[in-house]
């Protein structure tokens, strides 16, 4: 069965445009606390964490609301990076956790992302069961009354017990003697991250940390590396750290000022991983979208690699279905398993300061071992998602591009999971032809379903 409401990482879209809106978060409230009932006798307890977005307040308020008015209570903890919320609802032995976030998107979206008690992200069926109460049942809370109604409480050690929780990630060891310019995209993390790195003794230089409700991921973030690739050799900083919206990825560059993506991050730690012994059966997981360097400099580490489909939620799905360690994106969802039960954007950096700081070496050397193929990655918005295998003219162009490509790149179709975009990405051993190989599947796909 297809979902309708939720997309690759929970439900998101305009805030106060149908589904983001309070009547939708009040019914996905009751939904989530029905679904979640723990049926102990004891009433159900969920987290609620949002990133810095104005319509936070107004979700936060109506799904609080509806779980309340199901019984459940409700332990708020206000800014709080995704992974943070996670972890929370485990150590406060939460039913469910839930981020009111869009991550990287732009300040008017919203999002709503659940866990489940154990701290991971939702499988398809909880979600699918959770969707049809929110779409198909009118979800009652009449026989809640009196002291059955739940309560909301503010849980004002929220902050510290995540900050301890990633400073143990690295056993609480001194990164002092590196400089590091660190941007918070006026997100979730714009508190807790640069408290975390100065309690390390690193020389910080913060950016984007003062969020107003409007300005999350504007001109800021691992969407805008441009701002840390300017600072880094403004300041000669040994590197620079762009986490997202809500703190779950993080893009890097190193002290040239050049980008180093989700891809590289996860080469060098999978390497130092497996030097240590620590890398689960040898195995790193990527997804669809992993460039082929990365599967090179894996083969030549003598490291295997396991590919999803694209969303780091598939990521850790594989990884704990087949007991692996370490996975990530290219767009920076990097997971370390021993750590964390999703992607976290300053435990990876603790991680990236960490190998820096015991190697002694520039974050340049240490990534030097991959080599990325060139890449193009194009969007094209829909007015429908159509099956890309019943577009004649856009078949025909992808059969004529793998075969220029042979083994020497690949084509890959998708769309998003969060917007009507058409997503192309095209991997090769010549940038100006795979940008016009782009261009031209991307015409036709306007051609037959653009907006």
């Known amino acids: 069965?297809?979902?309708?409401?939720?997309?690759?990482?929970?439900?998101?879209?305009?805030?106060?445009?149908?589904?983001?809106?309070?009547?939708?978060?009040?019914?996905?409230?009751?939904?989530?606390?029905?679904?979640?009932?723990?049926?102990?006798?004891?009433?159900?307890?969920?987290?609620?964490?949002?990133?810095?977005?104005?319509?936070?307040?107004?979700?936060?308020?109506?799904?609080?609301?509806?779980?309340?008015?199901?019984?459940?209570?409700?332990?708020?903890?206000?800014?709080?990076?995704?992974?943070?919320?996670?972890?929370?609802?485990?150590?406060?032995?939460?039913?469910?956790?839930?981020?009111?976030?869009?991550?990287?998107?732009?300040?008017?979206?919203?999002?709503?992302?659940?866990?489940?008690?154990?701290?991971?992200?939702?499988?398809?069926?909880?979600?699918?069961?959770?969707?049809?109460?929110?779409?198909?049942?009118?979800?009652?809370?009449?026989?809640?009354?009196?002291?059955?109604?739940?309560?909301?409480?503010?849980?004002?050690?929220?902050?510290?017990?995540?900050?301890?929780?990633?400073?143990?990630?690295?056993?609480?060891?001194?990164?002092?003697?590196?400089?590091?310019?660190?941007?918070?995209?006026?997100?979730?993390?714009?508190?807790?991250?640069?408290?975390?790195?100065?309690?390390?003794?690193?020389?910080?230089?913060?950016?984007?940390?003062?969020?107003?409700?409007?300005?999350?991921?504007?001109?800021?973030?691992a969407t805008r590396p441009e701002l840390i690739q300017k600072t880094v050799k403004q300041y000669k900083a040994d590197i620079g750290l762009a986490l997202d919206g809500d703190g779950d990825r993080l893009i890097v560059c190193n002290e040239k000022g050049e980008i180093v993506d989700g891809d590289h991050i996860m080469a060098i730690c999978a390497a130092e991983l497996k030097n240590r012994k620590a890398l689960a059966k040898d195995t790193v997981v990527g997804t669809q979208m992993t460039n082929i360097g990365f599967d090179k400099a894996m083969a030549k580490k003598g490291i295997k690699v396991v590919k999803t489909v694209v969303g780091d939620r598939?990521?850790?799905?594989?990884?704990?279905?087949?007991?692996?360690?370490?996975?990530?994106?290219?767009?920076?969802?990097?997971?370390?398993?021993?750590?964390?039960?999703t992607g976290d954007g300053i435990i990876t950096a603790l991680q990236i300061l960490r190998i820096m700081k015991e190697s002694g070496k520039e974050l340049s050397d240490i990534a030097s071992f991959m080599k990325s193929f060139p890449q193009i990655l194009v969007n094209v918005r829909v007015k429908e998602k159509k099956d890309f295998s019943k577009m004649k003219d856009v078949q025909k162009k992808v059969v004529e591009i793998e075969k220029k490509l042979k083994s020497n790149g690949r084509l890959l179709l998708r769309y998003s999971g969060t917007e009507k975009l058409a997503r192309i990405m095209i991997e090769g051993k010549d940038q100006k032809e795979i940008n016009s190989m782009a261009k031209g599947i991307a015409d036709e796909i306007r051609k037959e379903i653009g907006e």
Do not use: W
């Open 314 to 341: 598939y990521v850790i799905e594989e990884m704990r279905k087949k007991g692996y360690s370490f996975g990530g994106e290219q767009s920076g969802h990097i997971i370390f398993g021993d750590h964390s039960t």
């Open 1 to 221: 069965m297809e979902k309708k409401l939720f997309g690759t990482d929970g439900i998101r879209g305009v805030a106060n445009v149908h589904p983001m809106t309070a009547e939708m978060a009040v019914q996905i409230g009751k939904a989530i606390a029905e679904v979640f009932a723990n049926g102990n006798g004891k009433k159900t307890k969920v987290v609620i964490g949002k990133d810095t977005r104005l319509s936070g307040y107004m979700l936060e308020t109506a799904l609080t609301s509806g779980l309340v008015s199901m019984g459940a209570d409700v332990l708020l903890v206000g800014p709080m990076p995704t992974p943070g919320v996670a972890h929370l609802t485990k150590s406060l032995n939460a039913d469910a956790g839930i981020v009111l976030s869009a991550s990287h998107n732009p300040a008017n979206d919203n999002g709503i992302k659940i866990f489940g008690g154990d701290g991971y992200k939702l499988s398809d069926d909880v979600e699918l069961k959770i969707e049809k109460k929110i779409l198909d049942e009118n979800i009652s809370s009449d026989h809640i009354q009196g002291e059955l109604i739940g309560k909301a409480y503010r849980v004002n050690e929220a902050k510290g017990r995540y900050i301890e929780y990633v400073k143990a990630s690295v056993n609480n060891k001194p990164l002092n003697s590196l400089t590091v310019v660190l941007d918070c995209a006026n997100g979730a993390a714009y508190s807790v991250a640069p408290r975390i790195l100065e309690e390390l003794g690193v020389d910080l230089i913060v950016l984007a940390n003062q969020p107003n409700g409007l300005n999350i991921n504007f001109k800021c973030g």
